[in-house]
């Protein structure tokens, strides 16, 4: 016997999906708005600097010391006769990479290590939740000041230390939430008809927890921008002659530059206060389009 | 409770052997000679008094030899001595911890009473334009460096205000007198407590917002109690509770902020003691502090967590 079943006619338009409903709250998000505008700008900026002005971020010019802002150097002169603005645009360029790229390390190590505990559990999970918290009862700029005087101070040994020492907190995010995810029906459901586990922590697990992820790459950012920063006002991070938001405030540690010469000093530091509130707005934003639910 | 205090102490055993393994290896990796850094430059470097300095420091053993004599040590209570003064470690912490606590406890106060205050007002006004002012200035405190923040401080109000000192724990040459030393505390305590303000009000704000319509609340309101005593006592009571953990895991980064905020303000406390240590290589107090910071750290923990079951009397530790 044969059921001819009835027919049922489908609404034509199609519900709206989840990563739809997300990117229109976040698109709604005001201050996310004004995050995304002003560091795209500040990106083009650093990015463009050598077309947006004829000055040398490093070369000296000592007809021109000490210059306050005017028509030829609208942010003065340092100590050297280098632009200031110059340097402010081509800082940019470093302390926005060590950003990227210090979190880009720490998210690898901290993803690999979550996820491996969080699916393992068991022994595995307890060796290294216990590794974990060894590296997080150090004060983080503590350990990665003591690290970046060990290593020698410079860009990349900045990005290694910020990336090598940040992934805790990651890894613990990951693990909380592959534990949660691995009893839930659709991972069991995946598992009883025979998925192998790399394709179930792949193709299922992984998946659901790129929000989190995403809003911790987000606030990890800013944060590491905000290390490099002092690392580097500190000379531990970037050296000179290349400029760093950071390493330009050094200049201020002199009283005499402090009070006298403002325009020294005040724009590395605006700008860094500027991306790292991009960022945080940003990452505001995003948790509030893709995790509606937390409340902070 | 005791008892679960002690637990907690035997289970952070095996983390606390973990870490003085990493403070040692990254005392080994510190570049610089320790030998040649207390030679003077002019004195010819001979190579039988380098050897012989080396082997009175215990420099030409093994690293896991050297490791032994060192933890052997550390259970004495005995950190070594600075290469650069030859003064005990510990004695040069416990001389300076003082100066420290006392910048971080001022810290704490002002940014805990500012932050729950403004997160409380923040809340009950929930939309309105303080509520935005506020959380706009929240965000501002968690993304200014404090470093940035202290040079600002510092322009405003000891150059061009001239109401504070720059620098400084008391006046030089003049006897100590708490007034003076308030006011030279004023300016670091102030820079180190701004971005602890912002994170607090954040946390406070939401919450109390999220016990702000309990059933509890609205019949502490029906009883016709006064606005302030329903907050005080009823809404802040329990919204509170959670704000704990988060002052307990700001102990540690108000500790850490310290060492830059000393740096700049020489605030003569161990912030200060280890940022020149690094710049000097003088690895035994650097890893004197890495270590003590380690253990602050370890302790704020379980205070927190003392503290939270002590609040919340749900959770009990057995």
Same mark, same amino acid.
């Given at each position: 016997?044969?059921?001819?079943?009835?027919?049922?006619?489908?609404?034509?338009?199609?519900?709206?999906?989840?990563?739809?409903?997300?990117?229109?709250?976040?698109?709604?998000?005001?201050?996310?708005?004004?995050?995304?505008?002003?560091?795209?700008?500040?990106?083009?900026?650093?990015?463009?600097?050598?077309?947006?002005?004829?000055?040398?971020?490093?070369?000296?010019?000592?007809?021109?010391?000490?210059?306050? @802002?005017?028509?030829?150097?609208?942010?003065?002169?340092?100590?050297?006769?280098?632009?200031?603005?110059?340097?402010?645009?081509?800082?940019?360029?470093?302390?926005?990479?060590?950003?990227?790229? %210090?979190? %880009?390390?720490?998210?690898?190590?901290?993803?690999?290590?979550?996820?491996?505990?969080?699916?393992?559990?068991?022994?595995?999970?307890?060796?290294?939740?216990?590794?974990?918290?060894?590296?997080?009862?150090?004060?983080?700029?503590?350990?990665?000041?003591?690290?970046?005087?060990?290593?020698?101070?410079?860009?990349?040994?900045?990005?290694?230390?910020?990336?090598?020492?940040?992934?805790?907190?990651?890894?613990?995010?990951?693990?909380?939430?592959?534990?949660?995810?691995?009893?839930?029906?659709?991972?069991?459901?995946?598992?009883?008809?025979?998925?192998? %586990?790399?394709?179930?922590?792949?193709?299922?697990?992984? @998946?659901?927890?790129?929000?989190?992820?995403?809003?911790?790459?987000?606030?990890?950012?800013?944060?590491?921008?905000?290390?490099?920063?002092?690392?580097?006002?500190?000379?531990?991070?970037?050296?000179?002659?290349?400029?760093?938001?950071?390493?330009?405030?050094?200049?201020?540690?002199?009283?005499?530059?402090?009070?006298?010469?403002?325009?020294?000093?005040?724009? @590395?530091?605006?700008?860094?206060?500027?991306?790292?509130?991009?960022?945080?707005?940003?990452?505001?934003?995003?948790?509030?389009?893709?995790?509606?639910?937390?409340?902070? | 409770?005791?008892?679960? =205090?002690?637990?907690?102490?035997?289970?952070?055993?095996?983390?606390?052997?973990?870490?003085?393994? =990493?403070?040692?290896?990254?005392?080994?990796?510190?570049?610089?000679?320790?030998?040649?850094?207390?030679?003077?430059?002019?004195?010819?470097?001979?190579?039988?008094?380098?050897?012989?300095?080396?082997?009175?420091?215990?420099?030409?053993?093994?690293?896991?030899?050297?490791?032994?004599?060192?933890?052997?040590?550390?259970?004495?209570?005995?950190?070594?001595?600075?290469?650069?003064?030859?003064?005990?470690?510990?004695?040069?912490?416990?001389?300076?911890?003082?100066?420290?606590?006392?910048?971080?406890?001022?810290?704490?106060?002002?940014?805990?009473?500012?932050?729950?205050?403004?997160? /409380?007002?923040?809340?009950?006004?929930?939309?309105?334009?303080?509520?935005?002012?506020?959380?706009?200035?929240?965000?501002?405190?968690?993304?200014?460096?404090?470093?940035?923040?202290?040079?600002?401080? =510092?322009?405003?109000?000891?150059?061009?205000?001239?109401?504070?000192?720059?620098?400084?724990?008391?006046?030089?040459?003049?006897?100590?007198?708490?007034?003076?030393?308030?006011?030279?505390?004023?300016?670091?305590? #102030?820079?180190?407590? #701004?971005?602890?303000?912002?994170?607090?009000?954040?946390?406070?704000?939401?919450?109390?917002?999220?016990?702000?319509?309990?059933?509890?609340?609205?019949?502490?309101?029906?009883?016709?109690?006064?606005?302030?005593?329903?907050?005080?006592?009823?809404?802040?009571?329990?919204?509170?509770?959670?704000?704990? /953990?988060?002052?307990?895991?700001?102990?540690?980064?108000?500790?850490?902020?310290?060492?830059?905020?000393?740096?700049?303000?020489?605030?003569?406390?161990?912030?200060?003691?280890?940022?020149?240590?690094?710049?000097?290589?003088?690895?035994?107090?650097?890893?004197?502090?890495?270590?003590?910071?380690?253990?602050?750290? #370890?302790?704020?923990?379980?205070?927190?967590?003392?503290?939270?079951?002590?609040?919340?009397?749900?959770?009990?530790?057995?």
């Amino acid at each position: 016997m044969t059921a001819t079943a009835p027919a049922i006619t489908f609404a034509t338009t199609k519900p709206e999906s989840l990563w739809g409903k997300a990117r229109k709250r976040f698109f709604r998000h005001k201050l996310a708005m004004f995050g995304l505008v002003t560091l795209s700008l500040l990106i083009f900026v650093s990015v463009a600097a050598p077309l947006l002005t004829p000055y040398s971020p490093v070369e000296l010019d000592l007809r021109a010391i000490r210059q306050p @802002p005017s028509a030829a150097h609208w942010l003065g002169t340092d100590g050297t006769g280098r632009d200031v603005l110059t340097r402010v645009l081509y800082a940019g360029r470093i302390s926005l990479s060590v950003g990227l790229v %210090s979190v %880009s390390i720490s998210m690898l190590i901290g993803i690999i290590i979550g996820s491996i505990a969080g699916y393992a559990g068991g022994k595995v999970d307890m060796i290294l939740m216990r590794v974990t918290d060894m590296f997080m009862t150090f004060p983080s700029l503590v350990i990665i000041i003591t690290v970046a005087a060990a290593m020698g101070p410079s860009v990349y040994n900045a990005m290694l230390v910020i990336g090598l020492l940040t992934w805790p907190s990651i890894a613990r995010l990951v693990r909380g939430q592959f534990l949660t995810l691995r009893e839930q029906q659709f991972v069991r459901a995946a598992r009883s008809i025979g998925v192998s %586990s790399w394709e179930i922590t792949f193709k299922h697990i992984f @998946p659901n927890t790129i929000s989190s992820i995403a809003v911790a790459i987000t606030f990890g950012v800013a944060n590491a921008i905000l290390l490099e920063a002092s690392l580097s006002f500190l000379g531990l991070g970037v050296q000179a002659p290349t400029p760093s938001w950071g390493n330009m405030l050094r200049d201020a540690q002199s009283l005499n530059i402090l009070e006298g010469m403002p325009w020294m000093w005040l724009p @590395p530091g605006l700008m860094i206060a500027l991306a790292v509130l991009s960022i945080n707005f940003i990452g505001d934003g995003l948790r509030d389009a893709l995790d509606p639910r937390s409340m902070l | 409770m005791a008892t679960y =205090i002690l637990r907690r102490i035997l289970i952070s055993l095996p983390i606390i052997l973990g870490i003085t393994v =990493i403070v040692f290896m990254l005392a080994n990796m510190m570049p610089g000679d320790a030998v040649l850094a207390m030679i003077s430059s002019d004195t010819p470097l001979e190579a039988e008094l380098i050897k012989l300095r080396q082997g009175q420091l215990g420099l030409d053993l093994p690293l896991y030899e050297q490791y032994g004599r060192w933890l052997g040590n550390l259970l004495r209570g005995n950190m070594g001595y600075s290469f650069q003064t030859g003064e005990p470690v510990f004695e040069m912490i416990m001389r300076r911890i003082p100066a420290t606590l006392e910048l971080m406890g001022f810290s704490l106060l002002i940014s805990v009473i500012l932050g729950v205050t403004l997160g /409380t007002i923040s809340a009950l006004k929930q939309y309105s334009a303080l509520d935005y002012g506020l959380t706009l200035f929240g965000f501002t405190g968690i993304s200014i460096p404090d470093f940035f923040l202290s040079l600002i401080l =510092i322009f405003v109000f000891a150059l061009k205000l001239d109401w504070f000192p720059t620098s400084g724990m008391v006046t030089a040459g003049e006897p100590f007198s708490w007034a003076d030393n308030l006011h030279h505390l004023f300016l670091p305590a #102030l820079a180190l407590a #701004l971005v602890r303000t912002a994170v607090f009000m954040r946390y406070t704000r939401a919450s109390v917002l999220e016990v702000i319509n309990d059933d509890y609340v609205r019949t502490a309101r029906a009883k016709g109690m006064t606005e302030f005593v329903v907050t005080a006592r009823h809404i802040l009571r329990n919204a509170l509770i959670p704000v704990i /953990t988060v002052i307990g895991i700001n102990l540690t980064v108000l500790f850490a902020g310290s060492v830059i905020i000393e740096t700049i303000f020489q605030w003569p406390g161990i912030g200060m003691m280890f940022i020149n240590a690094i710049s000097l290589r003088d690895s035994p107090v650097i890893m004197g502090y890495v270590l003590f910071s380690a253990f602050v750290v #370890l302790i704020a923990n379980l205070l927190t967590d003392v503290t939270y079951s002590w609040a919340d009397p749900r959770i009990r530790y057995e």
